[in-house]
C-alpha cells in the first residue's frame, strides 16, 4: 500500500494465474491449455504477416477477423466484437453492462476472476450457490438486480448446463445483460451463440485460448446483439484502439478457418477425456460429468491437497483451490493420451502409499 495508489488500485485483490513454468519434463496440466499445437495454417499465416507490416498500426476494427468468426456462428461482423484474451473482453463486458449499486449475480463456485472485476469496478455481486451436485440452481438467477455472469460449461467443475436453462436465466432478466462465459463450449454439446438473434440481453464469450490452442496469442471474442457489440466498442476505444496486434488478427483468422484440424484435436482431447475419467474412476476418484477440457475430480480416501503435493514432486502440475467447498477436489487438464497415461500411473502409486 502506498500513499500514491488510487482507491482503485488500492480496492483490487488481483487473480492469481496458475503457475507457469519454463522447465523441460514438466507435464503441465494445471491452466487448461491445449496439449496440441495450433494449426499448421495459423504458424504459416503468422510468418507471412511478420514479412509485411509490422511497421504498420493494426486494423482498429478488427473487421476481417470479426467478420470470419461471425461466419463461423451464421452472424454478421456487427454481432461480433474481439479483444486481446477473453480476460480482457470480460474485463471490457463489466464495464459496459454492470454498474456500482446494481449486485450482479454469479455462482458461489466459478471462475475467480468475476470478483476480481467486480471489485475493481466497484460492482457489488452475490454469489448463487450451487446445487449439493454441482450443478446450477437455474431460478436463483432469475430477476437479478444489475445482471449474471457464469461460465458454461462452469469452471472449475467443468459440468455444462444445457440451452434450456440458460434460456430461462436470459428469458427471466429482460432488463439486465446475462453473459454467457464459454471458455470450455467447444468441447461441450451447443452454444449459446444460437440465442443471440432471439434476445437483445444475451451476450456470449469465447476464447481462442483453449479449443483452438492459442493461449499465447491472446484473442478472445464477444458475441450478442450490435446494440451490445456497440458498447464494447465504446470501451475499447476509450482504452487502446489496438488491443489485437497484427500476428494476433491474422493467426486467429487462419484458426478459424482450418476447420479440420479444430475438430481433428478437439475430438481427440475429448476422447482423451472419457478414457481419463474411466481410469480415475477405477481408482476410485469421483469424476464430476465433463464437457470441458478438463475434468474436477476427488478422491475416496486420500485428500486432494495431499494428492497435488505428491504429483508436483514428480513433475507433474494440476491446479488445487484451498476453498471451502472444492478443497477436496483437483482439477485436472485434459493433455495428450501420454500424459493422461503417466498422470493415472503416479496417481495409482500415490493412493497406495
Ligand atoms: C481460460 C478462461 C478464460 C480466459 O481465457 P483467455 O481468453 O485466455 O483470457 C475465461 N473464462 C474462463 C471460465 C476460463 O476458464
Redesign the pocket.
Known amino acids: 500500500m502506498s500513499k500514491f495508489w488510487s482507491s482503485m488500485v488500492k480496492r483490487t485483490e488481483p487473480y492469481i494465474p496458475g503457475e507457469q513454468v519454463e522447465q523441460a519434463n514438466i507435464v503441465k496440466l494445471n491452466t487448461?491449455e491445449n496439449p496440441y499445437p495450433p494449426s499448421p495454417k495459423v504458424t504459416a499465416a503468422i510468418k507471412e504477416e511478420i514479412g509485411r507490416s509490422l511497421q504498420l498500426y493494426p486494423s482498429p476494427t478488427a473487421n476481417e477477423l470479426r467478420e470470419t468468426i461471425g461466419r463461423h456462428y451464421g452472424l454478421s461482423t456487427d454481432e461480433v466484437f474481439v479483444g486481446n484474451?477473453?480476460?480482457e473482453v470480460?474485463a471490457f463486458s463489466f464495464m459496459a453492462f454492470f454498474e456500482p449499486g446494481h449486485p450482479i449475480r454469479f455462482p458461489n463456485v466459478t471462475?475467480s476472476f468475476y470478483p476480481v472485476y467486480a471489485k475493481l469496478f466497484d460492482i457489488p455481486y452475490e454469489e448463487v450457490p450451487l446445487n449439493k451436485d454441482f450443478t446450477l440452481c437455474v431460478d436463483s438467477f432469475f430477476q437479478s438486480h444489475g445482471g449474471v455472469i457464469l461460465?458454461n460449461p462452469n469452471?472449475p467443475t467443468s459440468i455444462y448446463a444445457g440451452l434450456e436453462h440458460i434460456e430461462k436465466i436470459v428469458q427471466n432478466n429482460p432488463d439486465q445483460v446475462v453473459i454467457i462465459?464459454e471458455?470450455?463450449i467447444d468441447f461441450a454439446t451447443e452454444s449459446a451463440a444460437k440465442l443471440i438473434r432471439k434476445y437483445d440481453n444475451v451476450l456470449v464469450i469465447q476464447?481462442t485460448?483453449?479449443s483452438r490452442s492459442l493461449?499465447g496469442l491472446?484473442v478472445?471474442f464477444a458475441m450478442g446483439d450490435p446494440s451490445l457489440i456497440n458498447a464494447l466498442i465504446r470501451i475499447k476505444d476509450s482504452f487502446n484502439s489496438y488491443t489485437l496486434d497484427r500476428l494476433a488478427l491474422v493467426g486467429a483468422k487462419a484458426a478459424f478457418e482450418d476447420v479440420a484440424y479444430f475438430t481433428d484435436t478437439v475430438g481427440k482431447i475429448i476422447a482423451t477425456r472419457e478414457k481419463t475419467k474411466d481410469s480415475l474412476q477405477n481408482l476410485d476418484f469421483n469424476v464430476l460429468p465433463s464437457q470441458a477440457n478438463f475434468v474436477f475430480v476427488s478422491h475416496k480416501t486420500v485428500p486432494a491437497e495431499v494428492l497435488y503435493h505428491e504429483l508436483k514432486k514428480e513433475g507433474m502440475l494440476v491446479r488445487y483451490f484451498n476453498k471451502p467447498g472444492i478443497d477436496n477436489y483437483l482439477r485436472i487438464t485434459i493433455g495428450t493420451d501420454e500424459q493422461m497415461k503417466q498422470l493415472v500411473k503416479r496417481l495409482s502409486e500415490i493412493i497406495k502409499l
Open positions: 487448461n484474451g477473453s480476460d470480460l471462475y461460465p469452471a462465459d471458455a470450455y476464447t485460448s483453449k493461449a491472446r478472445g
